[in-house]
């Protein structure tokens, strides 16, 4: 990346003006800033973008994740009307696999309503294309715009985007951490001079005892409470998929990603996908606190195998040319092991479903590895 950014001098005005940004309004301008933002004006995808999610990497992604929205569909006695809704759905890839797959069940299949959730106008473009022809498609710029009524929601890598906050400790107390400008006029972190009042009070237990210097993060609830309402007023569930940590605790993973690699995430605002790790204790703490039932969570790759993804690819080899079946078992080691470049451990899956839900396939602590049943 040689190119000036261009949000970087609004961003050291504003600073100028107004002072150091939280950490969270900083990373809010990094990705929806309205002319610069990162999600505003680009296509982030595939080898030519600056990452992969896994519906790009192979077809059995979304397929599955569509034969699972079929069985949820049947456990809610299969309503005449579901919304299947994807917030953040990318070039579209996942919802066009699930949609394939769904078109085995014709009852389902009819009584899909489908509703995309997206801000960025490059990919409602990708999308437009990739799902032409199909499902009549309805687009919205965020979940409150779908109409009501019983709905699946998809929602793959969309909580790691959200604006975070950090905070540091300091021997005086929990104070914000901040962008600011140093002696030479470039961006640096900071801390706001005052400790926020009585934060200790809402640290979860693992972060109380932390070190000075220690840094905590934290988003507020209100996207989750928003799905979660909806899932318990109107019925279904939400799947939510991402990479992040099964206990709140210290630690900082603040980071950029530009052409697959790791940077700065000072150094290039708007030109880099800024994101923050999702802590799957809170998120499930938020849904429960509104009355939803949470199933979960479980790493990708558990899921995944129990869903039956070892047997799909399978399937899909022994029909497929060498070089074609190679790439098959590549795409299945990455989606479901760990290690160096491996999705399997380091992405974990948790579902939001009304109370009368009890079990979801996929989710459940007494489920082996397998297939999923379809209705």
């Known amino acids: 990346m040689t190119e000036p950014s261009p949000l970087l001098a609004d961003i050291k005005r504003l600073i100028k003006t107004s002072g150091p940004l939280p950490v969270w309004r900083y990373m809010q301008l990094c990705l929806a800033h309205p002319e610069h933002g990162y999600y505003i004006s680009r296509d982030p995808l595939g080898r030519e973008g600056d990452f992969i999610t896994s519906p790009e990497v192979s077809q059995m992604f979304g397929e599955l994740l569509g034969l699972w929205a079929a069985s949820v569909w049947r456990s809610m006695g299969s309503p005449a009307l579901l919304r299947l809704i994807e917030l953040g759905p990318g070039r579209g890839t996942m919802m066009a696999d699930a949609l394939r797959a769904l078109r085995v069940l014709p009852p389902m299949y009819q009584a899909l309503s489908v509703h995309l959730v997206e801000i960025n106008p490059v990919l409602r473009e990708k999308q437009q294309a990739t799902l032409s022809g199909g499902k009549p498609i309805q687009w919205h710029t965020s979940l409150d715009e779908v109409p009501p009524g019983p709905a699946i929601i998809f929602a ?4 790691d985007v959200l604006p975070v906050h950090q905070m540091v400790r300091r021997d005086d107390g929990w104070h914000e951490r901040v962008v600011d400008l140093d002696a030479h006029g470039e961006l640096v972190f900071g801390t706001t001079p005052q400790p926020v009042p009585r934060f200790d009070a809402l640290l979860p237990p693992l972060v109380r005892a932390a070190p000075v ?59 880099a996908d800024v994101t923050a790790h999702v802590d799957f204790q809170a998120l499930a703490r938020a849904a429960e606190d509104v009355g939803a039932r949470v199933h979960g969570p479980v790493t990708q790759g558990e899921f995944l195998q129990r869903l039956g993804i070892d047997a799909r690819a399978v399937s899909l080899m022994s029909k497929a040319a060498p070089e074609v079946s190679e790439n098959i078992s590549t795409a299945l080691k990455r989606l479901t092991e760990g290690g160096r470049g491996g999705m399997g451990s380091m992405f974990k899956v948790v579902a939001v479903s009304d109370p009368n839900l009890t079990e979801l396939v996929g989710l459940s602590d007494q489920e082996k590895p397998g297939g999923i049943k379809a209705p």
């Open 156 to 159: 793959n890598e969309y909580f």
């Open 213 to 271: 210097g220690a840094i905590f993060e934290w988003r507020p609830d209100g996207e989750i409470m928003k799905i979660a309402t909806r899932i318990r007023d109107n019925g279904g569930a939400a799947l939510i998929i991402d990479y992040g940590h099964l206990r709140s605790d210290a630690g900082d993973t603040f980071q950029a990603i530009i052409g697959h690699s790791f940077a700065d995430p000072l150094k290039f605002p708007g030109q």
